[in-house]
């Protein structure tokens, strides 16, 4: 009788936890309901229609997405330093007899959101969609060290002879030109543009594939499990990728990411944001609205950002019968008219902005010391509108003749601002300005794989326009693809503009200028000098010659340098930034988030 007691004794002990671990697996005590972890309500960037990740350095609210969704190579963690991400190891193998130089990379076993594992093939297609000629993208040059990597854009070789190869399924060797600096080239590879793709879900609908749930495959801790883009209830929910870094062999069970969903509701009032915020119902607002900037002034985390808002003036575009934006006079009188300093303040959480290159940018190869302390200031931020007037006498132009637009993305209401402060500055020079409002539109273009016009995705207009060159001024934030001032600079010279649209065998010039027109003999050598400079100080003092040399050309105006700004509650935990200022929610913690459940659904 005493040992049937003790084991019933037993059987009830052991049965405890089963019981706790059963009623864990439930929420709000629903039975049928299973508890996969915390819906964390948040406003994490402005509207966004594509998820891309080429697109991103344009756009830096799609890069606080994008960043979420795909995981590279390497990554930066906070403070600057490059930590391995996909990548498990590598070894480099230099042989100056052979004239050999490669580098083996080996990688991590994950997989993407539908299960497929990740692997080097997903590497070498996105690598060679940034170094296709048909996509134009700044990025190309960061993959420059790469054997044919150059002659590729230029036109003179097919994107099969580029120096990659997948000898295994984990396993990446890369061919170079000659020796190279490794750590440059890996610091090459932190950048959000360089990701891994899958040619089977990128190549069925190159324009579409990141715009809907239905069509992406993600490798990053979440995947896109809702975007619905209806006015009036625009939201995105991002769902916990089960397969990132699952090991399914060890444990099928295993969960990498502990926060379920990320719901960002687009659909509120600057108001309802706040009063929903300060309430307790929103636990995170990543992008501020202007309206709330002063209000959240003093409470907000705030870090430089790591890109500069700019103007690019079209050199090819016809003003009135002329190339007005051609004459240097004239984009330097237009620079001139500019008050940097009553932008900045507008705009809340920004810098006046001294030159190209922003904060954050390594002067060499550390974050220790940046460039742009070194560099100091290049621009004046306080407007100089005599001078102005006086470059554009004496350049033989008279403003009142002339008349153009600035394009600006419309559902960005700091550009907007900022674009009517800058418009107003010009026409007090005494020329004809306007805006033009880009908006995004709904998809019409007939969709073969479906056989329909898809009515749930939207097209990106704005980016259009600036990839086509269909602007005579355009405003956009330049974003650094990395913390190397070289890969803000080089894009301007012409053999790395990566705008190569035509082949050697049409008898044309296969390189093509930056987006902008701009090609200068002076500068395009300068840039090359640097590429070519494996001394870190010689090549540092190149790239603050260069940076002046493009200020003084002045293709591209500066405005601000912008900065990052985002409260958080108190109820959130175990979440960090990269040093890209994107947030790392991966770990994200909510406080007793089984009492949001009821809510969130």
């Known amino acids: 009788m005493i040992k049937r007691i003790l084991s019933l004794i037993l059987c009830l002990v052991f049965a405890i936890p089963l019981f706790a671990a059963c009623n864990n697996d439930k929420s709000n005590g629903n039975d049928d309901e299973i508890d996969k972890g915390a819906y964390i309500k948040m406003y994490l960037t402005d509207l966004v229609y594509d998820l891309d990740p080429m697109f991103s350095l344009n756009n830096k609210s799609q890069q606080k997405i994008v960043s979420l969704l795909f995981s590279g190579l390497f990554r930066l963690d906070e403070n600057g330093k490059v930590k391995k991400d996909l990548v498990k190891s590598y070894k480099v193998s230099f042989d100056d007899n052979a004239k050999e130089y490669k580098m083996i990379i080996e990688l991590e076993q994950t997989y993407w959101s539908d299960g497929t594992p990740v692997d080097a093939a997903d590497v070498i297609y996105a690598w060679k969609r940034i170094l296709d000629v048909e996509n134009s993208n700044p990025a190309a040059p960061l993959l420059f060290d790469i054997k044919n990597a150059r002659a590729v854009v230029e036109g003179y070789m097919s994107i099969d002879d580029l120096g990659v190869t997948d000898p295994d399924h984990l396993v990446l060797e890369i061919t170079f030109e000659k020796k190279i600096d490794v750590d440059r080239f890996i610091l090459n590879l932190t950048s959000p543009a360089l990701v891994p793709l899958r040619e089977d879900v990128v190549g069925r609908n190159e324009d579409d594939w990141a715009k809907k749930p239905a069509t992406i495959a993600c490798s990053g801790p979440f995947t896109l499990r809702t975007a619905d883009y209806t006015a009036g209830k625009e939201i995105m929910v991002l769902e916990r990728n089960p397969y990132y870094f699952r090991d399914k062999n060890k444990d099928p069970l295993d969960i990498s990411v502990t926060p379920y969903r990320l719901i960002i509701d687009f659909s509120l009032s600057d108001e309802e944001l706040r009063d929903k915020f300060d309430n307790g119902e929103i636990f995170y607002i990543g992008e501020i609205p202007l309206s709330l900037r002063e209000y959240y002034a003093d409470s907000a985390k705030v870090a430089d950002e790591m890109s500069t808002h700019v103007y690019y003036l079209n050199q090819k575009a016809e003003i009135n019968g002329e190339y007005l934006f051609a004459n240097e006079n004239v984009r330097r009188a237009l620079s001139l008219a500019i008050d940097r300093d009553t932008i900045a303040k507008s705009v809340v959480f920004a810098k006046a902005a001294t030159a190209l290159v922003p904060y954050g940018v390594f002067d060499s190869m550390s974050p220790k010391k940046l460039f742009r302390d070194a560099g100091g200031a290049i621009l004046a931020t306080a407007p100089n509108i005599a001078e102005a007037k006086s470059l554009l006498s004496s350049a033989g132009v008279d403003p009142s003749m002339y008349s153009f637009s600035i394009s600006v993305r419309a559902e960005d209401e700091v550009h907007v601002m900022i674009a009517e402060m800058v418009q107003t500055a010009w026409q007090e020079l005494g020329f004809d300005v306007s805006l033009n409002k880009i908006r995004a539109i709904v998809n019409d273009d007939f969709n073969p794989l479906i056989n329909e016009v898809p009515q749930d995705i939207m097209d990106d207009l704005y980016n259009e326009a600036l990839y086509h060159g269909d602007f005579e ?115 994200l913690k909510l406080r007793n988030y089984q009492k949001y459940i009821e809510t969130t659904e």
């Open 473 to 587: 001024v355009i405003a956009l934030d330049l974003v650094a693809p990395l913390p190397d001032a070289f890969s803000i600079l080089a894009p301007f010279a012409k053999a790395f503009a990566g705008q190569a649209i035509a082949t050697i065998t049409s008898g044309e010039n296969p390189i093509m200028p930056h987006i902008t027109g701009f090609d200068d003999e002076e500068y395009n050598a300068l840039i090359e000098q640097i590429f070519a400079e494996d001394d870190y100080a010689k090549r540092t003092s190149l790239l603050h010659e260069a940076e002046a040399k493009l200020l003084e050309k002045m293709p591209v105006i500066p405005i601000i340098f912008n900065q990052d700004a985002y409260v958080i509650s108190r109820e959130l935990s175990r979440y960090s930034s990269s040093y890209y200022q994107n947030r790392l929610f991966a770990k």
